[in-house]
Nanobody, 130 residues
Framework: EVRLVESGGGSVQAGGSLRLPCTASSWTVRTNCIGWFRQASGKEREGREGIGTIYRAGGLPYYADSVKGRFTISLDNAKNTLYLHMNTLKPEDTAMYYC????????????????????WGQGTQVTVSS
């Protein structure tokens, strides 16, 4: 069982920055792909929007077009912590942010949607005001 805990959310003005850490209780050999997702209020039926994913073994993260150039994912395996660095925030970035990990090793980390992830954190709210 992998437990994920996000933190760092809050309220910020447009153009501001936030860093969200996600700390895992442990990783397993099966949790080779981890990522960040978000869900805006009122869009529950659309599922969680993928922000980006990364192989836990390293390599370059993959990003959704909506955040490319503004958000950065990094991983500190020594601390079992995944980070989401968010810059130039916009009101449309307002959402609950979640980190997630797959339950079985998957070679297609770049293409995985929320349904492919098994372990989820409780989420942290980010609110961006104009």
């Amino acid at each position: 069982e992998v437990r994920l805990v996000e933190s760092g959310g809050g309220s910020v003005q447009a153009g501001g920055s936030l860093r969200l850490p996600c700390t895992a209780s442990s990783w397993t050999v099966r949790t080779n792909c981890i990522g960040w997702f978000r869900q805006a209020s009122g869009k529950e039926r659309e599922g969680r929007e993928g922000i980006g994913t990364i192989y836990r073994a390293g390599g370059l993260p993959y990003y959704a077009d909506s955040v490319k150039g503004r958000f950065t994912i990094s991983l500190d395996n020594a601390k079992n912590t995944l980070y989401l660095h968010m810059n130039t925030l916009k009101p449309e970035d307002t959402a609950m942010y979640y980190c997630a990990a797959v339950g079985r090793a998957n070679p297609y980390c770049r293409f995985l949607g929320d349904s492919s992830f098994y372990f989820w954190g409780q989420g942290t709210q980010v609110t961006v005001s104009s």
